[in-house]
């Protein structure tokens, strides 16, 4: 799934969000997860990798109350939205991102 180019169809359904860093300098964010990215298997470690970040967005106010599991994701053009089923949606703007798998 390295480099796979359409990330609205990514199987990050019921992902479970591990952790978010960014670097500053290399302007580089990485959305550390457990997908389960087959049918029928269970979920494994995974990352979301971000480079040429202009934007990202991190809001934990949890208007439909606390998960930290994954709803959906969308994108437009360089826009990368990760809704989170705590209602939250997080928000990368970027030149490209890649799946990989830990």
Known sequence: ????????SWRLHD???DSVRFDWNDKACVITLMAFLEVGRD???CELRFSGVTLLALPCSQPWGPSAHVNGQTQTDGNFVIQMQSGD?????ARSVQLVRK
């Open 43 to 45: 979920a494994q470690p």
């Open 89 to 93: 949606e997080i928000q990368v703007t």
């Open 15 to 17: 992902a479970v969000l």
């Open 1 to 8: 799934m390295t480099g796979q180019p359409d990330f609205a």
